[in-house]
């Protein structure tokens, strides 16, 4: 019977590294974590005032005065986030119709 030897202390050279969790933004939901959005992405947007629009969202539709369908480019998607009169951003996903033939 052989001893194995001892494993790695933590923060020793053979330990292995972890890596930080991606702190999701807390007005963000439907991103996958870890998963970088590219491009651009629909969203439903939920601002606290009625009639706003935050800068780099293109509306697609106003579902509410204070709820709206949008397109908006990754790279201003901080940014949105980060307008105080947002509330959340809900990241779409598009579904297959129950009538579609799958590939």
């Not at 999701?24 to 009639?51: M, N, T």
Request: net charge negative; proline share 17%; hydrophobic share 35%.
């Amino acid at each position: 019977m052989t001893d194995k030897p001892p494993p790695p202390e933590p923060g020793s050279p053979g330990f292995p590294a972890m890596q930080p969790a991606a702190t999701p933004h807390p007005k963000l939901s439907g991103v996958d974590p870890g998963r970088e959005p590219e491009g651009e992405i629909r969203a439903i947007v939920k601002v606290a005032k009625s009639g706003h629009v935050p800068d780099h969202v293109r509306v697609r539709a106003e579902v509410a005065p204070t709820l709206l369908s949008a397109d908006i480019p990754c790279e201003h998607l901080a940014a949105v986030l980060d307008d105080p009169c947002v509330v959340s951003v809900q990241v779409s996903e598009r579904l297959q119709q129950i009538n579609d033939k799958p590939e």
